[in-house]
């Protein structure tokens, strides 16, 4: 009995485990070569980068959901976009790692792709910028959709966050596709970072000789009757110089939309510019003295020096 056991465990040992150890070490690249320095794939191998990619896949999908569990639905989404090319970058290092423990010379892999990779980076350097500047929006959620920014002189109500642009929707109703490096290496504007009002004013001068107070009195009036213009704060009115040719006032006020503050604007002249006239006070352009004298040999030279106005 023993010995039909012993018997047994032979043949298991170098015909089963023989065959399954022949099968694994079955060369699949190169076909042919007997560099001992070259890359050699066995069977064997790639069943563990194989296996090795499943545990990793299942790995990553665990982090993910430990990751999001808490975030928002935006937000979400944002990560997932974000951790998928995480995801594609530690694919490959574990292959890498595979091959290298199963005792695959990955040097001369890397050797022949060092020239590509170099070529890659110059390539997708700004690519990658955008990339990074994504991760900091998302991170440090310096932007959000719905809010009112201004970059370039242009003022815009941001739409969509992706991985590499973020879309503005501009005042004229266009879409400004900007890349995501530009929020980390320009000057941004957010109107509404902090809160949803902001300030903003009209300017407008009146003739030396106007009352002022009275100036004054008329402007928060208009203020208060227009539409858009929150109650509290309440606006007020600074007197900003005594101009060339005009006094020079300032309406301050705040809006709860900036993306609509021209147009408020532009109704808040119409009703100044309308009272103004009610109560006669005039709002001046400039004006010069003009004073021209002429030669003695001037034709129809005048008799006296000529001073328009």
């Known amino acids: 009995m023993q010995g039909k056991v012993e018997k047994v465990k032979d043949v298991i040992e170098q015909d089963v485990w023989g065959l399954i150890q022949d099968f694994l070490n079955i060369t699949i690249y190169p076909l042919s070569g007997n560099d001992p320095n070259g890359m050699h794939i066995t069977v064997g191998s790639l069943l563990l980068v194989i296996f090795a990619f499943l545990i990793t896949t299942v790995a990553l999908r665990l982090i993910r959901g430990f990751l999001t569990r808490k975030l928002e639905e935006n937000d979400k989404l944002k990560f ?3 951790f998928k090319f995480i995801k594609y970058l530690v694919y490959v290092i574990v292959i890498i790692i595979t ?3 199963t005792g695959v010379n990955i040097t001369v892999l890397l050797t022949a792709s060092a020239a590509l990779f170099v070529g890659l980076g110059l390539a997708l350097q700004e690519l990658f910028q955008d990339i990074i500047g994504g991760l900091f929006i998302i991170v440090d959620k310096s932007l959000l959709v719905g809010d009112i920014v201004e970059m370039d002189g242009r003022v815009g109500r941001v739409i969509d966050i992706k991985l590499r642009t973020t879309r503005v929707l501009t005042r004229d109703d266009k ?10 290496s320009e000057i941004l504007f957010n109107y509404t970072q902090n809160h949803r009002s902001t300030r903003e004013f009209v300017k407008v001068g009146v ?7 009275k100036v004054q009195a008329i402007l928060l009036e208009c203020a208060r009757e227009q539409t858009g213009i929150v109650k509290k704060p309440e606006p007020f009115v600074l ?6 040719s005009s006094l020079v006032f300032s309406l301050h006020f705040f809006v709860t939309d900036s993306f609509v503050d021209p147009k408020i604007k532009s109704q808040l002249r119409f009703k ?4 103004f006239r009610l109560n006669n006070i005039t709002i001046p352009f400039p004006q010069r003295d003009v004073h021209m004298i002429y030669p003695a040999n001037f034709p129809n030279n005048p008799s ?6």
């Open 80 to 82: 997932i976009s974000v």
């Open 99 to 101: 091959l290298s423990s």
């Open 175 to 184: 879409v400004m596709i900007i890349p995501n490096h530009k929020f980390i």
């Open 207 to 213: 003739a030396y000789g106007s009352d002022t107070e």
């Open 239 to 244: 007197f900003e110089d005594f101009g060339d």
């Open 272 to 275: 100044i510019d309308a009272k």
């Open 304 to 309: 006296n020096n000529e001073k328009t106005s």
